[in-house]
Structure formats: C-alpha cells, structure tokens
C-alpha cells in the first residue's frame, strides 16, 4: 500500500474518481480508498442538490426557531425599556444584513484554487472554517497545516455548535402541550436526548427527508409569525372580544409613547444579554454557506435564495415585536413569556379552558424542532470538514461518508424480491434514495450535544435554554463573527494572501487584489461598511458582558464570559498541545504530519466545458490524506503545492526513484508507471 503516492508523481493530474455502481449485497457502509490514510468524500448528484426554495428554507427554518419567543422577553429584562427594546430589535436587523453581506462576500469568493493555471474560486461546505483558514494562515504548525484559527474555530464549534438548548426547550414544550405543567428534569432530558438522536437518523437514513421536512417545517414557521401578525392587526381594530363580550385591550399607546418608552432603561450588562438574545435569534442567515458543495449553481442560487430567506425573516420578526407591543403591557413583558402572554391574551381569551395555551406550547415544540433539523444537517457537514484537517482525534470516522440510507435498505428488499412492484416506481426507486451522508460526524454532532443537555441537568430549564443559547450566540457568532468581520477589511486593505510561484505549475496565476477576485457583484463601499458594521455589533456583547449587571438574575452575571472564554482558552491549548506533541515526535521518529487535499472539480453548468461561465467550477470529489511521513521523505519532496495543470503530453517521468535505499523503496516501486490524467483537477500537496 503506497502511502506516498503523491509525493512520487507530483505533477501528474490524478485519474478522476467516478461514482460506482452500488451493490446493496457487497458495499460497505464506509467506502475504504485504495490508501488506509484517505478519506473519500461527495458531493450530491445534480438532480439531489439545493435549488433556491431549499436553500431559502435553511434560512427561514433557522432563523424562525425558539429566539422569536422566548428573546423578547430577554431583551425586555435587559432593557426594561419598550422603546429601546425595538430600537435594538432594529439594530439587530441591521447587523444581520450585515453578517449577510460579509457571508455571501466570502461564500462566493472562498476558498480559491488554482485550476489550468487561473487562479478562482470554489464554493464549498464549512463556512466560517474555509474563511478563517484562508484569511489567518498564521500561526501554524507548518505551513498550511493545522492552522490556529482551525483549532479555535474546530474546537469550538465541535463543543458548542449544537442544538441543545433547542433541545431541551422542544422537551419542555412538548411536556407542557400534554398538559404537564411541573415536568420532572429527567423527563425533559430524556425527551431532548430523544429528538437528537431522532434529527440524526433522519439526516443519516434519508438527506433527502431531512430537506422536505426542514422546507415544511419552514413553512409552518411563517404560518405561526403570520397568524401572530393577523391577530394583532385585529387587537387593534377592536375587532377580537373575549368570551365575557370585552374588547381585548390595545397596548400599542401606552408602549411606544415617547415619555414612557425610554423611562426605566437597563444597564450595560444587561443591554449585553439582551443584544446576545437578538443576536441568537437572527443566527442561521450563515446556514447555507456552511452547506455550499451541496447547492446547485452556488454563485446563482445562494445569494439570491439567502437574500430572499433573510429578508422575509426580517420583516416577520419586526412585525412580531410590534405585535407584542399591541397586546402586551410594558410590566409583562419583562416578567413574562412575552409569546406565551400574547396567546393567553388573544386567542386564548376565546375560550376558559387551557385548549389555546396547549396550541401555543405545540407551536414553540415545531419551532425548535425546525430549528434541532436544520442545525443537525448543517452542523454535521461543518464537523466534517473540521475532522478533514486531522486536528481531532479519530478523525478519518468524523470525517467520512457512510451509507445507511433508505436507498440501501430499498436495495436490499429489491434483491430478496420483496415488494417488486413497488420498488419499480419513480417514488420508491432504490437508486433515487442511494445517498452518502457524514455518518461520524453526525455521531461527534450528537455526543457533544449529549454532553451539553447532561451537563445543564442541575438547572431549570429556562436557565438551562438561557446558558447554551447564550453560549453558542457569545463564541460562534460574536466572537468568530468579529474576525470574519475583520477578515474582509484585512483582505480589502491589506490584500489577499498571495500565491507563492513554486504553488502553481503554470506561469498564467497572475497575482490579484481582493476587488478584482470579487468583480463587479460586490461593492467595495458596502463591503467595508458592512465589515465594520459585523465587527462592532460583535464587539458589543463580548465586551459589556463583563459589566456586572445592577440587577439580580437567575443565572450568575459571570458564568456565560467565564464559559466561553475558558472554550476559547481550551481552543488555544489544544493548538499548542497538537504543535507539542508535534515537535516531539518528530525528535523521536523524525516524522511530520501531513494533510494532503486532492479536490475534483466540473463545471456548475454541467458540461466539460470550461468553468469560466458565470456557473464558474464546483467541488464534486475530494480525496483527503492524513498521515504521518519520514521527515527525509518530505524533504526530498519539497515543499509547496502542485497545480496539476500540465498537459498529458509534457507530464514529466521520473527516471530512477529518489527512494532507493531508504525503508519506502517499496512504495515507489508499485507506482513507477505513468498514467494518462482524465478530467479532473486539483490542489495537490499541502504542506
């Protein structure tokens, strides 16, 4: 088994990888590669890739989740002011559109390659990870390899990028819709224990299930904030009476005069919590890059179908706060579930039983249920791509595709001859539900939630949603959101990194600036503005959350900081334990490791044409090496990456091996031969 492949024929295009035909009775559920130390990933098939109705979906599915609820109340106890409440709820707004610009800036424009000697980009799955690692090369292991920013941003969100405070708020609920009103703690881990585990099954068993459910769950969510809307329109034409004949009371004068609105405003600590609220809930515009190898023309589709998702999300959730504002008096907003006393006060004043207060906990359990859906699904391809740096252990599992799907178990029956006819249609056609999902790294998605809902066991369960929402909303969205921010102005100013000649095989890589990489599509001024606008609504929370609140809270002032930061801190020593145990082995056993990516790329149009259409090229096959070589067979390898831009006629040959004598002569010598390279292209060795 060669294990050095790539480094014998450096220059030589590797054969493009075609898809196999599948045999339910001889596949194996995780595909082996003909290198013990690869790791063989895949994008979907054309006609099962995101179009813009389900990429539109993502967002509205987890934008619309368990924030809208259960924040206003956080940001009126922060604010304990109406008017600065709404004043909040629009900057929030403002740094949403924001936080859009700069992701769909880098998601079309991150990471690059360099393909028949130009120099582009390729959409890819990861999101923050892929923009991080292009913009903060430094520090690092070695160059290219096990990057700081990968371990930060990977550790991180291996720890707390997960839906277990959707979790337990979908357990509680759906406790509280049966009618039990004092659930026990174990009851409410056990039912979120459940829905994790059940959110993972369906993404593993069908991806294709997964993104129907996550559209009807998206639908159903802007049912919900509409009907919210319509009833309070009707409040306040005087139109909705009780069951006592009584108009219900319009608030909206008493909540937005200006001599009250801004009467008893909070303090800066809780001004922090509350800008941390709104920050969750308008979390998930990102959601979409962090899927991009599976959307269909990326470069077309993802802007636009984000653009539309973020900006319907928007205007519900204004329109939402007002109708708050309408039904709900300034006192109970602050003490109570602002959502629950809405329904108490509209339809639930139709009725004297709890009938429409159940309804209500049913709407909050769909809720985080489409928010628990759409996180598993995209969390999962982040982590993956996190396990593809080698920075965690285990990392081939995490990392590769497994198949156990409908399609396979539909194979299978079609074998024993069971059900013929049925398994001969266009619905229940095995080949239609054959699809590779990341099976380990759903399974790393679900024990890190796991430890998350075990960890919050002592707590009540609003504390419980209040700390992981938090947590999650400080460190992936504010924190990492700052150096996003920062990223584009770096890349504005300062330039994008720059190719070295000895990375590209071909001279026709001509060094350009960041305005020239992102065309005419992007405008320079918005961008800077946009920027600037990312970093400072992240700058906010991370610092005044560390100024003791005047008020009494239910959770210690201290604890989310203190929290996050000793992630962050945990991040960093990961790095530097990596980088440690690094140097040691390679004074023991003179071996470094190596992380060598070997991407296939076709047009998004579909053709063999060039991808310089406006589709431009998509990721199709990735073939990832991680392993750990002889320090003397990497020297005399060099360093630097391989463009594979040759042609077939002028790939060079080598003529004796540079291996003679040493323990890998083996290894040389069941590759000498030269191959013809089919279509296909790559980045070849990345030191």
Known sequence: MNDFAAYQEHSREPPRREEPEWDSDRSVIFRETDNPNGIFTSAPKEAFKLGYFDVMCLVLNRMIGTGIFNSPQRVMEGTRSTGASLLLWLAGIIYCLSGVHVYIEYGLNVPRYTINGIEQSVPRSGGDLNYLQYVYQKP?????????????????????????????????????????????????????????????????????????????????????????????????????????????????SDNTQPSRAFADSGDANGYAHAFLAIIFSFSGFEQPNYVMGEISKPRRKHPIAMMLGVGIAVVLYMAVNISYMVVVPEKDQITTNVAQEFFKRTLGSLTEDETVQRIFYAFLAISSMGNIIVMTYTAARVKQEIAKEGIIPYAKFFAQDGDISLGRLLSWLKKKGMFSSLLSTRWLSPEDHRERTPVGAFVLHLTSCFILIFATWGMDYFDSYTLLTSLSAYVINAFFGIFLGLGILILRFRGPPQTDKDEIHSPAAVPQTWRQMTGKHINPTLSVICAVIYVIGGLWPIVTIWIKPSTPQSLKWWLVPVITWSVIGGSILWFLGFVSFAWRRKHKRNEIFVVEKKPEFESADGSDDSGEKSGGYVLVHETVYLSWIAGEVHESRGTGRTGFDQPADTIPVPAASRYVGTDFEAFYEDNHESAAPARGYNTGYRP
């Open 140 to 252: 690092a292991y070695r160059r290219g390899t096990v990057l700081l920013s990968t371990c930060m941003f990977g550790f991180c969100f291996v720890a707390l990028g997960n839906m277990a405070g959707n979790c337990i708020s979908f357990a509680t609920r759906v406790l509280y819709a049966s009618g039990n009103t004092d659930p026990a703690p174990g009851a409410i881990r056990g039912i979120a224990i459940g829905i994790a585990i059940l959110t993972c099954f369906i993404h593993t068993f069908s991806r294709r299930a997964g993104i129907l459910l996550n559209n009807m769950l998206a639908m159903i969510k802007v049912a919900i904030l509409l009907l919210i809307i319509v009833t309070a329109i009707v409040v306040g034409a005087g139109a909705l009476k009780t069951t006592k004949g009584e108009k219900v009371k319009n608030y909206i």
